[in-house]
């Protein structure tokens, strides 16, 4: 019995972890168990295809299920993309497809670091802004 090609991939964004396995399919993405085409907001579902655009033809023989955990739609959302892209890079294993990515947007194969500032004491919630004073 031959062996079938499993990829596990992950991808963060602030607080979001998306853990992507790819496997041979029929260009099925789902994302929590949500098919790609029913995945609300607009704008997210539209981030979430644009690896697949840039893949093209790459992507139409691979079955990506998406779980997805922590954050905000946002950062959720750019936690699968950067699982869907590293998925397809790996699953393929090409060098061409993943320059292609990182010509288009470096956030589709590397991790963006950037974290919320810690809110500072007696600044009403604010990270950096002057506390204003009363006796004025």
Known sequence: MAATKIVHVSGKRK????????RPGNGIIKINSIPLDLYEPEFARLRLREPLLIAGPMAADVNIDINVVGGGWSSQAEAARLAIAKALVVYTGSDQLKKTFIDYDRFLMVADTRRKEPKKAGTH????AKRQKSYR
């Open 125 to 128: 919630s604010r990270a950096r």
């Open 15 to 22: 607080e979001a972890v998306a853990r992507a396995t790819a």
